[in-house]
């Protein structure tokens, strides 16, 4: 996904750096934006989100009902699949299956995303303390900014067995 400016259309429209100034309008342009257009054309959204990533995320269920705002209210359904992992099971996954990693992770990043909102991690911080180091915001907004964990009753049955029973 892309945002409908390049950081120099943005920067013209917003004025320069507007990550330094006011990072949560320009995650709200750069990601939430984008993601928000994509997922009025979807049914359902995966994500890596996991418990253990944060006092933010510590409660994210496996499955979930988001509202997406608009003239057209619809609801999409967000699937957590690593919501209950930690980082070393993903990592084990990732060993064992031989799948390619960001370059940057031998960096010393542990979470990555926007480039100048994130930095590599110092030795004993948090998964994602890299991110928005200079601002008390620990989330871009797109896990936050749909709402979500409508009542369990208004989730479709899944095909066999509950996802929930798995972990």
Known sequence: LQPEESI???GSHHGPALWERDPNRCCA???IAPLQKRLETLGAWITGLRRDQSNVR????LLDLIRLAGPLPKMVLKINPLAAWNRTEVWDYVNRN???INPLFASGYRSIG???CTNPVRAGQGERAGRWSKFE??????HTCFGGSEPPSQL????NESLENRE
Do not use: F, V
């Open 8 to 10: 120099e259309e943005q």
């Open 156 to 159: 479709p049955d899944p095909p």
């Open 58 to 61: 510590a409660t994210t269920p």
């Open 29 to 31: 342009l750069r990601k």
């Open 114 to 116: 926007c480039q100048p």
């Open 137 to 142: 915001k620990t989330e871009c907004g797109i």
């Open 98 to 100: 031989r799948i390619p």
